[in-house]
T-cell receptor, first 114, second 116 residues
């Protein structure tokens, strides 16, 4: 059972454009939604995160939009740069589970072309 | 601070061999996790630990074992390696989330394992 569905699987964006990656979830007990960025040969690194009591969070060129009623959240990368080319993972956590484990989406490979 | 350190970075195993993937963190994090990453499949949780002496199974624990004798170390043991265990393995750690805050994981750089 895939608890966090991520799309698209791959994305090609021109430099300066907007990259949008979407995630959807079913478990209403999820209460923390981070995004991770992974470069080839490296471990994932936390990019930005949001809790369900806010609808949007912005950090520089990266914005998370959160729609609690639709159980969806998305990552927007404004003014995309070639250096943003990486694989992006959305994730969700159910704090009440005790383990605080993250459930990850399958990832989106972003390529930003000059 | 070194963060999360994983060794080795690469390893080739023959079917039926055993090995231990090492993971150490120096951030005094209580929570530690082992994930495996397969192409197009995201990260799947193998085992996790909420503190020294406490471990539990994740989504894909079969063929693996863990121990947590100290806060710093969380080794992953593969017994009787099989081709299906060919993957990239990531160790991660985190603080216990506070009431209003969430803490992300700090990941190691991974171990790429090939079983032939």
């Amino acid at each position: 059972q895939q608890q966090v569905k991520q799309s698209p699987q791959s994305l090609i964006v021109q430099k300066g454009g907007i990259s949008i990656i979407n995630c959807a979830y079913e478990n209403t007990a999820f209460d923390y939604f981070p995004w991770y960025q992974q470069f080839p040969g490296k471990g994932p690194a936390l990019l930005i995160a949001i809790r369900p009591d806010v609808s949007e969070k912005k950090e520089g060129r990266f914005t998370i939009s959160f729609n609690k009623s639709a159980k969806q959240f998305s990552l927007h990368i404004m003014d995309s740069q070639p250096g943003d080319s990486a694989t992006y993972f959305c994730a969700a956590r159910e704090s009440g589970a005790g383990s605080y484990q993250l459930t990850f989406g399958k990832g989106t490979k972003l390529s930003v072309i000059p | 601070n070194a963060g999360v350190t994983q060794t080795p970075k690469f390893r080739i195993l023959k079917i039926g061999q055993s090995m231990t993937l090492q993971c150490a963190q120096d951030m005094n994090h209580n929570y530690m996790y082992w994930y495996r990453q397969d192409p197009g499949m995201g990260l799947k949780l193998i085992y996790y630990s909420v503190g020294a002496g406490i471990t539990d199974k994740g989504e894909v624990p079969n063929g693996y074992n863990v121990s947590r004798s100290t806060t710093e170390d969380f080794p992953l043991r593969l017994e009787l390696a099989a081709p299906s265990q060919t993957s990239v393995y990531f160790c991660a750690s985190s603080l216990r989330p506070g009431r209003t805050g969430g803490y992300g994981y700090t990941f190691g750089s991974g171990t790429r394992l090939t079983v032939v």
